[in-house]
C-alpha cells in the first residue's frame, strides 16, 4: 500500500513564511511526478506546483515568486517553502504523486495525501 502523508500546515500572518512537506511510503517502485494543489473553501481544486522525476517544476501565476517546490526523489519526500504568504493562500493543501508500484506494472497510479490546512491572517 502507498501512503502520502503531509505536514507542516498551519496559522501564519500575512508576509510570513511556511514549509510544507510529504512523505511517500509503502510499496513504491518509483515516483514520476509530484506535485502540490490546493482547495479553499467553496472553490475548486487547484494546482499549486509540480515537479518531474527529473527536477523540471511548474507553478501557478499565482504563487510564482514566493512558493519553491523541491524533491528528495531518494527519500520520496516533498518540500513547499511558501514566502511572503497572503490571506488568499488560506486552503488546504494536498499532495499528490504519481507512483510506479511495481516494475512490473509501469504504469503509475495517482495519490493523495490527506491534505494540511494552511491560514494566512490579514
Known amino acids: 500500500q502507498v501512503r502520502l502523508v503531509e505536514s507542516g500546515g498551519g496559522l501564519v500572518q500575512a508576509g510570513g513564511s511556511l514549509r510544507l512537506s510529504c512523505a511517500a511510503s509503502?510499496?513504491?517502485?518509483?515516483?514520476?511526478?509530484m506535485g502540490w494543489y490546493r482547495q479553499a473553501p467553496g472553490k475548486q481544486r487547484e494546482l499549486v506546483a509540480t515537479i518531474t522525476s527529473g527536477g523540471s517544476t511548474n507553478y501557478a501565476e499565482s504563487v510564482k515568486g514566493r512558493f519553491t517546490i523541491s524533491r528528495d526523489s531518494a527519500k520520496n519526500t516533498m518540500n513547499l517553502q511558501m514566502n511572503s504568504l497572503k490571506p488568499e493562500d488560506t486552503a488546504v493543501y494536498y499532495c499528490?504523486?504519481?507512483?510506479?508500484?511495481?516494475?512490473?506494472?509501469?504504469?503509475?497510479?495517482?495519490?493523495w495525501g490527506q491534505g494540511t490546512q494552511v491560514t494566512v491572517s490579514s
Open positions: 509503502g510499496t513504491i517502485f518509483s515516483i514520476n511526478s
Open positions: 499528490n504523486a504519481a507512483i510506479v508500484v511495481t516494475m512490473y506494472k509501469p504504469i503509475p497510479g495517482d495519490y
